[in-house]
């Protein structure tokens, strides 16, 4: 019996995975990035501005390229709603405590791993393949968790040890504003940090994820032994080749 997709299992065997982060509605942009070649895609409904159909139908044109949908909060409604439309699995902003994090793993996971709600979607082909989808959904769908707080790392060592955690995605810029120094990602402090984020995921052999707008700016984590790695976003490309050529043709 074939499984649902890898992706979840390809995380967990330290794969690097490189994707690149959507924040436009648009399922023409999910399709022309996921035929590049990308591994997977980063759609951003916490600050995107979309709806979840709209975010159906840019999973739909990225297919079967497997795409993560960051949830705009840890509320259930998103998460089942993210799931349901056929995410390969969820990015979850503003995760603060274990007590956190331990019920987000819940509502992601059907029971008896948790109380995750069952209804007809395109998850599983709107019940064609239900039967499949209820027994692999819980060990093929990622559940990515954002450490990007102060109070997230000094409880970072509890969220760690929780059963059903994929990775852990360091939110820099929000880190660094919560810590006093907003935008400053190489701050002694903030870079403190982070650098304690690194070695907890490191002793419990949990994959570590890091988004850069250039790749010099990703490089560095990549070589830190970060692989959910996400470089780059769809407004940045379009902002910075449509300069370039309006230069080129102003010089």
Request: net charge neutral; with cysteine.
């Amino acid at each position: 019996m074939k499984k649902i997709n890898n992706f979840a299992k390809r995380l967990r065997s330290d794969e690097i995975l490189i994707g690149t982060l959507v924040s436009l509605p648009s399922a023409e942009i999910c399709e022309l990035l996921a035929n590049i070649g990308y591994d997977w895609l980063f759609i951003d409904a916490e600050h995107g501005a979309f709806n979840p159909q709209q975010a159906q139908a840019m999973l739909q044109a990225a297919a079967p390229t497997p795409c993560l949908i960051r949830v705009p909060s840890d509320e259930t409604i998103w998460l089942k709603k993210a799931l349901d439309i056929g995410a390969a699995g969820v990015i979850v902003p503003q995760v603060h405590t274990a007590d956190q994090a331990r019920e987000i793993i819940s509502h992601c996971k059907y029971t008896p791993d948790g109380k995750r709600g069952i209804g007809i979607g395109r998850a599983h082909k709107y019940g064609i393949d239900f039967d499949r989808y209820i027994k692999y959904a819980n060990q093929e769908t990622a559940v990515v968790l954002q450490a990007e707080s102060s109070e997230a790392v000094d409880n970072i060592n509890d969220i760690v040890k929780l059963k059903g955690i994929d990775a852990i995605l360091i939110g820099p810029y929000d880190l660094s504003a919560s810590l006093g120094k907003p935008g400053e990602i190489d701050h002694p402090v903030v870079q403190a940090a982070i650098n304690k984020i690194i070695k907890t995921c490191q002793n419990a052999k949990l994959a570590m994820g890091f988004f850069g707008v250039t790749p010099e700016s990703v490089l560095p984590y990549k070589q830190k032994g970060f692989t959910l790695l996400t470089i780059g976003m769809d407004t940045a490309f379009l902002i910075n080749a449509a300069q370039e050529m309006l230069s080129k043709m102003k010089k």
